[in-house]
């Protein structure tokens, strides 16, 4: 089975530009989650979702930020516009509601603002 | 903010030897889990242990929680290379679902 996919693996931009953040959770899990890890900060949770619909978005570190599930297979992480301070890698992570179910991490998108 | 708060921040030890992790953490808890992050790649689930247990294993991880103390170690016996990572604790003080990271451990063991 597939583990979650995350894209791109990398990405680099200028600053005020939109970045667009892509993660398609494993099949059949209810919650969908995405983090930011940072060296000084490590690993914040931003928002996280059931069942698609937004839970808890109280980590998105400002309006530039916003994150969308349209289906269950499928969300989007934006940062608009984009400043180098949101340089870091961003991680999507799904689990099943059951309680005590791990999360299953994707391999993260290394975003880089110039 | 960070809930857990591991202790080293980094360790170096020779393949053979044991590793041992701790974690802190700040409110009750229902759970804690330990997680392992390779370089470049995503976390990867280790272990849970429950508030009401107070040891567990898994193949080389043994893992003790201590409520009264607010802390929780992982040891990793016969360390091996594939180990070399870093490895977290994370707290869920409500619903499961939403747990908080430590900072980490780095974990280095040298061939």
């Known amino acids: 089975d597939a583990g979650v996919i995350q894209s791109p693996r990398h990405e680099v931009t200028e600053m005020g530009q939109e970045v667009t953040l892509r993660c398609k959770p494993i099949?059949?899990?209810?919650?969908l989650f995405w983090y930011r890890q940072t060296m000084m900060r490590g690993l914040e949770l931003l928002i996280y979702f059931n069942n698609n619909v937004p839970i808890d978005d109280s980590g998105m570190p400002e309006d530039r930020f916003s994150a969308k599930m349209p289906n269950a297979s499928f969300s989007t992480l934006k940062i608009q516009p984009s400043e180098p301070r949101d340089s870091a890698v961003y991680f999507c992570a799904s689990s099943f509601v059951a309680s005590e179910q791990p999360q299953h991490f994707g391999d993260g998108t290394r975003l880089s603002i110039l | 903010s960070q809930q857990g708060e591991e202790d080293p921040q980094a360790l170096s030890i020779q393949e053979g030897e044991n590793a041992t992790m701790n974690c802190s953490y700040k409110?009750?808890?229902?759970?804690l889990q330990w997680y392992r992050q390779n370089s470049g790649r995503g976390l990867v689930h280790l272990i849970l242990i429950r508030s009401n247990e107070r040891e567990k294993h898994s193949g080389r991880l043994r893992v003790t929680l201590d409520t009264s103390k607010k802390s929780s170690s992982l040891l990793i016996t016969a360390s091996r290379a594939a180990d070399t990572a870093s490895y977290f604790c994370a707290t869920a003080d409500g619903g499961y679902q939403k747990v908080t990271f430590g900072i980490g451990t780095k974990l280095q063991v040298i061939p």
């Open positions: 409110t009750s808890i229902n759970n």
């Open positions: 099949s059949g899990h209810d919650y």
